[in-house]
Nanobody, 117 residues
Framework: QAQVQESGGGLVQAGGSMRLSCAAS????????MGWYREAPGKQRELVAI???????NYEDSVKGRFTMSRDDRKRTVDLQMNNLKPEDTAVYYC???????????WGKGTLVTVSS
């Protein structure tokens, strides 16, 4: 059974930076999709950044120019560099990994990012 584990997160002041990391382990399936989602208090989970294998990363409009996602398929990791953070970025951030076969989709448990004003 695959496991997806996030690291990073915590408290940061507005305008600051933070880096989240995610690693997929426990299996050797080929990874297609890697991405980050977030869920703010009282809101639905939303896409932050996502990429298909070999393709460019797509970002949610509010994070374009501030967040950068990087993936390493060999290491089975995906990072999210977040700059110029805003209070509205406060949320639990979840890592998502998907393979090519049905059922090969996995979520991390989430890591809380709190941006103070």
């Amino acid at each position: 059974q695959a496991q997806v584990q996030e690291s990073g997160g915590g408290l940061v002041q507005a305008g600051g930076s933070m880096r989240l990391s995610c690693a997929a382990s426990g299996t050797t399936f080929s990874i297609n999709i890697m991405g980050w989602y977030r869920e703010a208090p009282g809101k639905q989970r939303e896409l932050v950044a996502i990429s298909y294998s070999g393709e460019n990363t797509n970002y949610e409009d509010s994070v374009k120019g501030r967040f950068t996602m990087s993936r390493d398929d060999r290491k089975r990791t995906v990072d999210l560099q977040m700059n110029n953070l805003k209070p509205e970025d406060t949320a639990v951030y979840y890592c998502y990994v998907q393979g090519y076969s049905l059922g090969e989709n996995y979520w991390g448990k989430g890591t809380l990012v709190t941006v103070s004003s």
